[in-house]
């Protein structure tokens, strides 16, 4: 993009150095670019005029037509007055408030005309009230309204004492619009714009901070739009599409299956489900081909996702390479590595634990068989990608729970080959597919669907606090018939000791209502040693203990068949894939589960709307639709970890979904043609990716 554009905004006519430290510091503008991609984050209809009777404290700005009727000034605590003018339409009367400029209103507002007022109103006692608000004579206001459509640009308090408001910003980028006309680079070729009927760039950008109307500023978003999701999907499409072209990929043999088999026909008790089946043949087209495999395999809790993933991996060893299987804690290390010993046992083959808290002289011993090819399987967690950690011949990566490891992580395990080994990430997180799309859009995807067969759906029941002995009374019964509990608090990282209080007051409460030597409580939480937190765990595992109560550390993996009761403490704290996950955790074995919600007495409307979305339905990829609704994709859990830093200004993942599609298809057009964007009709493109990957472009900055 043009130097022009990089210019520090010191340089723009109404900015002095303390502004521009300021604009920076508070709304991260330094040059001139920033601030033309700084946009309204909505727009007020002005040519509307609401009715004093139609006004809530809900409304957001708006205006209203009238007389004033009366004034009076009050004094308020030392020295301080205030004064209220009493403003109506004939529909009402609402008081509008000042507590500066008194005297000046006082004189110079009259009670003959007619004015218009542009505010807020807000809730004081049981009164609305305005207080002050844009004033304006209704004549004058008629002679100056040119723009219906009124921005309004997010602020700060610390700017708003500085004088630096919505009309700031606006007269700012007023001066850089006249000191820019004619000079903004454009970002798509003429050819994509004619055929998608998109504006060009600077006159979008004119229409976005000055609109004239909301015809013209919709076209105007919708290039923006267009453009943010484009590039991204080029992005994704091009890194593929040269992963392809340079990576070859070890190719394996269905002719060397053996412990597949072994495995297959003597360990396990059950059949494969369709959607087991389906994937695994997806996954063995891919290590076939001749292509390095770089597949994203989503399937819903309890959908046996570590059985894919097992097999997957015996086949990399069948034809002699090695695989490992790296999960993102160290209780699901430890409980893929005994469920997949279990499964293993007997045959010849050598697997081993690697963790964060393995002994330095097994360690030792577990490197060195690792080199010489000895240790086929490895299981761990993070340590797995330590430089010290050698490989003889990796040909087979699993990623358990994607969304905890970042893209750099996942590079590390591409470069401990020579040639990159086969990568499978399996998330239980569902993912929305527009989502998927735009977070993994460089992977293939597979998806397991379906649950093994004889699984009872899940009930799940929202209860408040005051129902407290109900609940207790029905978990009594559910220990008397044999199974077992989880009872989950929140964790907020932000106080780590309040969480902690949580979870030991609720460890009491749960110590009275079951006491010794009746009932048996484990107890699991992040502050423990991890051979405290695996003997906690192998209690419960074996049904020494009749509940375990746990923070959210329980979150991912743990599979206890035999308990049937997941109670969620304060879980309108908790976001919904979280209490999706949790629920999870039951439901494993033939029984009926059961999944309680506590809440307390009084929910937030969002918090309402998670917990009733849990209580009526099961389905993963459902919930994870409604959640991205609840919360929008900023704060999806995964987001920074995935290495794209998603700087949308104008396109919204959560409500743009078509469009993606749509750009997806025209990205892979585009390069199916012209895979290096060598065309000069697409030197543009060409050009702008480039500088986006050098993370120079505000337009979607992606990895
Ligand atoms: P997740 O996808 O959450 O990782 P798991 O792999 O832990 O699920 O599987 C959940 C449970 O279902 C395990 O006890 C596993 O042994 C069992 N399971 C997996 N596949 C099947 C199948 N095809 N039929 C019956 N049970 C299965
Ligand atoms: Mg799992």
Redesign the pocket.
């Known amino acids: 993009m043009s130097k022009l554009l990089e210019t520090e905004i010191t340089y723009l006519q109404g900015v002095g150095p303390k502004r521009a430290k300021l604009l920076e510091e508070e709304l991260g503008i330094r040059t001139f670019k920033d601030l033309l991609f700084h946009f309204p984050y909505r727009y007020i209809d002005r040519s509307r005029f609401y009715k004093v009777s139609e006004l809530t404290k809900d409304l957001p700005y708006i205006q209203i037509k009238g007389r004033f009727s009366d004034f009076e000034i009050t004094t308020i605590g030392k020295n301080k007055k205030k004064l209220s003018g009493y403003f109506t339409d004939n529909t009402g009367i609402v008081e509008i408030v000042w507590f500066q400029s008194i005297n000046w209103i006082k004189d110079s507002v009259s009670r003959s005309k007619e004015y218009v007022l542009f505010g807020k109103p807000k809730a004081f006692g049981n009164r609305l009230n305005i207080v002050h608000p844009d004033i304006e004579e209704y004549d004058k206001w008629q002679k100056k309204l040119v723009n219906a459509l009124y921005p309004q640009y997010s602020t700060t308090e610390k700017l708003k004492n500085n004088y630096i408001n919505t009309k700031s910003i606006q007269k700012l980028v007023d001066t850089l619009f006249k000191k820019l006309k004619g000079q903004i680079p454009e970002s798509l070729p003429p050819y994509l714009r004619k055929k998608y009927n998109l504006q060009d760039l600077e006159s979008s950008l004119l229409q976005i901070h000055f609109p004239t109307s909301t015809q013209e500023l919709t076209k105007a978003q919708y290039r923006i739009k267009f453009e943010e999701l484009f590039y991204i999907q080029l992005n994704l499409i091009q890194i593929k599409l040269n992963r392809q072209a340079a990576s070859k990929g070890f190719v394996f043999d269905k002719s060397k299956d053996k412990l597949v088999k072994e495995c297959f026909f003597k360990k396990i008790p059950?059949?494969?489900?369709n959607a087991?089946t389906r994937v695994l043949r997806e996954i063995r087209n891919d290590i076939m081909s001749g292509k390095q495999m770089n597949r994203l395999l989503q399937?819903?809790?309890?959908?046996?996702?570590?059985?894919v993933a097992l097999l997957t991996a015996l086949i990399a060893i069948d034809n002699g390479f090695q695989a490992c299987i790296m999960a993102p804690t160290e209780i699901l290390a430890q409980q893929h590595y005994r469920?997949i010993s279990k499964f293993l046992d007997g045959l010849d083959i050598n697997v081993q634990l690697l963790t964060g808290s393995t002994k330095k002289k097994e360690r030792t011993k577990l490197h060195e068989s690792l080199l010489s090819g000895e240790l086929s399987l490895l299981i761990g967690t993070h340590a797995l990608i330590e430089d010290t950690v050698k490989f003889k011949n990796l040909g087979m990566v699993v990623i358990d729970e994607q969304h905890r490891f970042g893209v750099e992580q996942r590079a590390k395990l591409w470069q401990k080959n020579s040639l990159p080994p086969h990568v499978l990430i399996m998330t239980?997180t569902p993912i929305p597919r527009t989502l998927a799309m735009t977070l993994y859009g460089d992977l293939d995807v597979s998806v397991?669907d379906e649950l093994?067969?004889?699984r009872t759906p899940i009930i799940t029941k929202h209860f408040k606090d005051s129902d407290r002995l109900r609940v207790f009374g029905f978990l009594k019964k559910q220990i008397k018939l044999g199974r077992q509990a989880y009872v989950v608090f929140p964790l907020i990282s932000e106080s780590e000791n309040m969480d902690y209080k949580d979870l030991e007051d609720g460890v009491e409460g749960y110590s009275r209502a079951f006491p010794i030597p009746e009932y048996q409580i484990s107890v699991l939480h992040g502050r423990m040693k991890p051979d405290q937190k695996e003997i906690s765990m192998s209690y419960f595992e074996k049904g020494d203990t009749n509940i375990m109560i746990s923070t959210t550390v329980i979150e991912v993996?743990v599979?206890v068949?035999n308990a049937t009761v997941m109670i969620i403490e304060s879980a309108e704290r908790f976001g919904l894939s979280q209490l999706h996950q949790l629920r999870?955790r039951v439901g494993?074995g033939s029984e009926q589960s059961y999944c309680l919600l506590m809440t307390g007495e009084k929910l937030s409307e969002n918090g309402y709307n998670r917990i009733s979305t849990m209580v009526n339905s099961t389905d993963g990829f459902e919930i994870a639709e409604t959640d991205l609704k609840l919360r929008g994709p900023g704060d999806l859990e995964g987001k920074q970890q995935s290495g794209f830093a998603f700087d949308l200004k104008m396109a919204n993942l959560s409500q743009d979904g078509q469009l993606i599609q749509y750009v997806k298809e025209i990205a892979d057009y585009i390069l199916n043609k012209d895979p290096e964007l060598k065309h000069p009709d697409n030197h543009i493109l060409n050009f702008t990716l480039k500088e986006l990957n050098k993370g120079k472009i505000h337009l979607g900055e992606i990895s």
């Open positions: 059950f059949d494969l489900t087991q399937g819903d809790v309890g959908s046996g996702k570590t059985l469920s239980a397991i093994p067969p004889g993996g599979d068949p999870g494993r």
